[in-house]
DNA sequence: CAGTGGTCTAGACCACACT
DNA sequence: GTGTGGTCTAGACCACTGC
């Protein structure tokens, strides 16, 4: 027998065991972890108990547990904070306001520029259509919600955004929701439909816009604009919004760090 | 004493002791290290001492060397191999040929799609401006190399590229050294002249294409480009190149992921 | 087989936050 | 002071590579 499992909760596995599938201690020690995660044992900016008292629930040595939290505090699941505890990531209250948003403005940044007005423009419920079904992993057909909103910077529209979303998880979000909420969208998907966003993808072009995007954004249609497609995830690799942004860049760029 | 030093290399420091600036056993080793990989003791693509060799030299345990090995490994400045040692990472001969080119086909992925074609447009020696002598941490006026080239996939010019490079460090570098190699761009610079890119920034924008962009190119002047904008940095944050690419995004995409 | 990195443990002590 | 995460150590054993 190659794997110590310290609990039961990992079973002999019921796929073929063609691999092995050695899977340290402290993998699964993070497995478990993630588990009470998404099934909100701890929710979002609450702590988590000690590591100490993990490694007594959990029946391993404190080191264990420190490098299972290890990774999921760089995959910026969970949050360390030193003589306070271990704390669930939100994205209320972080004082990264934005952690997907990458424009930034040309001079300064986001927080020099003052808070973004939001303006939502459209909110309806509609059936997915089969490349709006497949990004959500959803049926052609199925009941989703589709956003369009936009962003001023110091008065100037900088960002239209068309998003969809799962009818099922988001029942009962509506516009005037969307509207009176101040703070990030996902903070507000947190505490209201209980959906974390995790990670997401991006995929990123050059286009021109179309009547009404020019018109929202005040350009004329042969300004170029950024088009981002974002898929974004909550746990489990499992889509949950699809996000359309189209990006004015005359005064601000978006930015990526290459390591 | 807040500060345990295992070595004479870290003096009492010149610098205004304002901040108690701890740092811890681990930081400090990664820093001694990273000393040796700027000097060159160890090569890229060669191995370094074993993390038992290193914690001798240092003396310290092995568990802390192992945690400035974990850090810089992280950072894609080490590799580890298990059974093997840990290697100095190099952009040449790794299997992530292209490790900051972020543009992928819309199906399937640089690999399938094959090689791309490489045409030097355009190499000379110039003085810097003040734009890219501002990048570049030089003085306007001095000496810059200045290279122009095109990527083309499946015989489609979809990238093309204006990179400045500063003329003291790749003094020698000429149209035909660039256009004979074959292999990444930055793999040449490691072994033909000692600089190892680290790590980068980009800005990126939708921008339209200048009259020779379109020829270059084979687009018309209407066609959205995507612009980005590059600078390289070696270690200790010294930028060592500033390249501004011109993407046709027709059936291409810059791929980003969030987390 | 020996040598390397990878995992796990147990214990000591430090730095930080709250009370 | 007490409790939290953060660092450091020493030793045992496992997994992988290549001789």
Redesign the pocket.
């Known amino acids: 027998m190659?794997?110590?499992s310290?609990l039961a909760d990992t079973p002999p596995s019921d796929a073929p065991a063609l691999t092995p599938a050695?899977s340290?201690?402290?993998?699964?020690i993070k497995g478990l972890i993630l588990q009470s995660l998404q099934s909100g044992e701890w929710k979002p900016g609450e702590?988590?108990?000690?590591?100490?008292?993990l490694a007594a629930r959990y029946?391993?040595?404190?080191?264990?547990v420190?490098?299972a939290?290890?990774e999921l505090a760089s995959d910026n699941l969970l949050v360390?904070?030193?003589?306070?505890?271990?704390f669930v990531a939100t994205h209320a209250e972080q004082h990264v306001q934005y952690r997907f948003l990458k424009l930034v403005p040309d001079q300064g940044d986001l927080n020099t520029e003052g808070p973004a007005q939001r303006e939502i423009v459209d909110c309806k419920r509609l059936r997915a259509s089969a490349e709006i079904a497949r990004a959500l992993a959803l049926r052609t057909g199925d009941a989703v919600l589709q956003v369009r909103r936009v962003l001023s910077f110091g008065g100037v529209p900088t960002i239209l955004e068309d998003l969809w979303l799962p009818g099922g998880p988001f029942k009962g979000l509506t516009a005037e929701r969307l509207a009176d909420y101040h703070g990030p969208m996902y903070a507000l998907f947190e505490t209201e439909f209980g959906v974390r966003m995790v990670r997401a993808d991006e995929k990123i072009r050059a286009v021109l816009p179309d009547e009404s995007q020019s018109e929202l954004l005040q350009v004329p249609r042969s300004t170029p604009l950024l088009s981002v497609e974002r898929v974004a995830y909550t746990y489990n690799d499992t889509p949950m919004e699809l996000r359309r942004g189209f990006y004015r860049t005359d005064s601000h760029h978006y930015h990526n760090a290459l390591s």
């Open positions: 190659n794997n110590h310290p050695f340290p201690l402290y993998q699964q702590s988590i108990p000690s590591e100490m008292e029946r391993v040595s404190q080191g264990t420190r490098k939290i290890d360390r904070r030193q003589g306070k505890g271990t």
